[in-house]
């Protein structure tokens, strides 16, 4: 039981780091973010390449991940989202294929077979006859400082209150003095450093392949669709909702079909209440 | 004369032209109305000024030129903006929509919230309401308060009655009118009620399909029959 609590609330902050760069997005840039994922990849790969190839310290690794995913997300937002402007069905085409472009160029760079990242923090604790590794506790625990820090950010800053703006009222918020183009690539950046943190982490967690995109894209597009759109809240609540759901399928009925149980409640929340269990437009 | 100048303005949406080389002229401290049946074009003027719509001509607030700046340029020159929707955040707090109004102005917050609050008493007491729930009168004082935490030296309040109740439209009317008085503020409002307008404005312009068809003082036209039989219908 302690076991199933520790191991949930682990998981479950890892999927909320993994979903809110999403979630920025969705809710601000009404943009479904097929390419995500590849935040995630890229993030654990650049982390791979300098701390685990290369040598350099764990820290330094993290930090040129996260720029690098930040860098990857004002890119897209640069040459991809803002040139074709408002159509949504071409943006999510071409992420889509950007998604799969790059896991193409990591297997070109590093060969398909997986790989173990070392953790950032060696080491286990035992509590109460649960094994934690301290990389996964790290990662809980970077999750949580992080999504606080968003949610006093997007609601507490004058920036950050301009993401809400532009996603509420474009109008609204020019006549405002925001200037939305800026805060568009603020919010891809920081969806960029996101994913790719998030990816770091997440590598360390399961390990580092060419196709571990699509496990976090399928998370947080679920945890989007049972939250409904973009609050910061509901999405802690509801990737709480997944990871301790995955975690007990695992424990108590049989660990292949900790997925299908995700899939089943995004389908019964989209047939019940389509708008999502907290579904507004609010972050 | 002159602190806002529109020369020969015309605005285009596509290829349809809804603004025909308008000309306008607002001394500092003056109170002017565009008068104008629905569809004459008003709204496309103030957003023009705004900056948000495709135009030729030129716009001029004191010294400086606005036209082909983007609108959160012309925000931080001094122009403030009421719009007939209200372009509110609906799911943010009355106070934080104010907040996302000092976006440019951070340093004026204290003074400018200070005198939103005394301007409209009912958004102080409403200030965690988020403004979706709130009623037409409501949401138009978060509208005007949104656009004085800019620290405007001209608001633009475009048809600030529609839909109000009569009681409302004469609170909506006295507060422009002490802004104008205690603050001095610069104010051009749109209207298709020439009544109301003539009561607030010292002088009008009448839009007629996006060309000015009349202008002169509240005196001149209080008698014109061009007008009367055309705007004081309602
Ligand atoms: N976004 C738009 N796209 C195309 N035409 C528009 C748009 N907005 C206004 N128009 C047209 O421009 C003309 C003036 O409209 P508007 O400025 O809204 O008038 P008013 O505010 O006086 O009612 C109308 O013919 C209207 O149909
Ligand atoms: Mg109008």
């Known amino acids: 039981m302690t076991q199933i609590i520790i191991q949930g609330l682990l998981l479950s902050g890892l999927y909320a780091l993994i979903a809110m760069g999403f979630t920025l997005i969705f809710s601000i840039g009404r943009v479904l973010n097929l390419a995500y994922g590849a935040y995630l990849l890229i993030g654990g790969y650049v982390y791979f390449y300098f701390a685990q190839m290369m040598g350099m310290p764990k820290l330094v690794g993290v930090l040129l991940a996260v720029i690098v995913g930040a860098a990857m997300g004002l890119a897209k937002y640069r040459m991809i989202v803002k040139p074709l402007k408002g159509d949504h069905v071409a943006i999510e085409i071409s992420t889509l294929i950007l998604a799969i472009v790059l896991q193409s160029g990591v297997i070109l760079a590093f060969g398909d077979s997986s790989k173990i990242l070392l953790p950032i923090i060696p080491g286990v604790e035992r509590l109460a006859g649960a094994t934690i590794p301290y990389s996964n506790l790290l990662a809980a625990i970077v999750s949580w400082a992080i999504l606080i820090s968003l949610y006093f950010f997007v609601n507490k800053t004058h920036t950050g209150r301009a993401m809400q703006a532009v996603s509420m009222d474009a109008k609204g918020a020019a006549i405002s003095g925001i200037d939305s183009d800026r805060i568009n690539m603020i919010t891809w950046g920081i969806s960029g450093a996101l994913g790719a943190l998030a990816g770091v982490f997440f590598a360390s967690y399961t390990q580092l392949t060419p196709s571990m995109w699509v496990a976090p894209l399928i998370i947080s597009v679920a945890i989007v669709i049972v939250g409904g759109i973009g609050s910061i809240i509901g999405t802690l609540i509801v990737a709480h909702i997944i990871g301790f759901m995955e975690i007990i399928v695992t424990a108590m009925i049989a660990p292949e079909l900790r997925g299908v149980f995700t899939m089943v409640l995004i389908i019964g929340v989209l047939v019940i209440r389509p708008q999502g269990l907290f579904g507004r437009e609010e972050l | 004369m002159g602190f806002l100048t529109v020369e020969n303005l015309s605005a285009f949406y596509g290829k349809a032209q809804a603004l025909h080389k308008v000309n306008i002229s607002v001394a500092q401290g003056e109170i002017i109305a565009i008068v104008g049946a629905n569809g004459a074009g008003k709204s496309t003027l103030l957003d023009s000024i705004m900056g948000l719509t495709k135009t030729t001509g030129v716009i001029k607030l004191g010294d400086n030129v606005l036209t082909g700046l983007g609108s959160p340029a012309i925000v931080r020159l001094g122009v403030g903006y009421a719009?007939?929707?209200?372009?509110?955040?609906?799911?943010?707090?009355?106070?934080?929509?104010?907040?996302?109004?000092?976006?440019?102005?951070?340093?004026?917050?204290?003074?400018?919230?200070?005198?939103?609050?005394?301007?409209?008493?009912?958004?102080?007491?409403?200030?965690?309401?988020?403004?979706?729930?709130?009623?037409?009168?409501?949401?138009?004082?978060?509208?005007?308060?949104?656009?004085?935490?800019?620290?405007?030296?001209?608001?633009?309040?475009?048809?600030?009655?529609?839909?109000?109740?009569?009681?409302?439209?004469?609170?909506?009317?006295?507060?422009?009118?002490?802004?104008?008085?205690?603050?001095?503020?610069?104010?051009?409002?749109?209207?298709?009620?020439?009544?109301?307008?003539?009561?607030?404005?010292?002088?009008?312009?009448?839009?007629?399909?996006?060309?000015?068809?009349?202008?002169?003082?509240?005196?001149?036209?209080?008698?014109?029959?061009?007008?009367?039989?055309?705007?004081?219908?309602?």
């Open chain 2, 83 to 234: 719009t007939e929707r209200f372009n509110l955040f609906p799911y943010m707090t009355v106070r934080d929509n104010l907040m996302v109004g000092a976006y440019t102005a951070r340093d004026d917050i204290e003074r400018n919230l200070d005198m939103v609050h005394k301007l409209f008493p009912r958004l102080e007491e409403r200030e965690n309401q988020e403004t979706m729930t709130q009623s037409g009168g409501e949401r138009q004082m978060v509208s005007l308060g949104r656009a004085l935490m800019t620290s405007p030296k001209l608001l633009l309040v475009d048809e600030p009655t529609i839909g109000l109740a009569p009681k409302v439209c004469l609170e909506i009317a006295e507060v422009l009118r002490r802004l104008r008085d205690e603050f001095g503020t610069t104010i051009v409002i749109t209207e298709q009620n020439a009544n109301f307008a003539m009561t607030l404005a010292e002088r009008l312009y009448v839009l007629e399909a996006g060309a000015v068809q009349i202008e002169g003082t509240v005196e001149s036209l209080r008698d014109d029959p061009k007008l009367t039989e055309a705007y004081f219908g309602h």
